[in-house]
């Protein structure tokens, strides 16, 4: 698969968290994706940025807390998770950049 520039934009980032690194052991890499992106999307970026195959795609949808700035309210962004496992075989060192 070729990559397109648009797979850039459904993948932010990786997640490097205590959970993300207790994924990593089932073969599970976390990525911050677009809040639009859906499944298949999320599977095809993956595959074509870094070569790998993708064995199914989990979702979940954290919704932003309301904080204090200053004395005034504001209210942080809703942010999409996506838990990819990846097939036997395949990893992604999410160390190292794109």
Do not use: W
Request: charged share 30%; aromatic share 6%; no cysteine.
């Amino acid at each position: 698969m070729s990559v397109k520039p648009e797979h850039y934009d459904v993948i932010r980032r990786p997640i490097i968290t205590e959970k993300a690194t207790m994924a990593s052991e089932a073969n599970a890499v976390v990525f911050e994706v677009s809040i639009d992106a859906t499944k298949p999307q999320v599977k095809q970026a993956i595959e074509s940025l870094f070569g790998v195959k993708v064995k199914a795609v989990n979702t979940t949808i954290t919704k932003g807390k309301v904080k204090r700035f200053r004395g005034m309210l504001g209210k942080r962004k809703d942010v999409k998770k996506a838990y990819v496992t990846l097939e036997e075989g395949n990893t992604i060192d999410v160390s190292t950049g794109l």
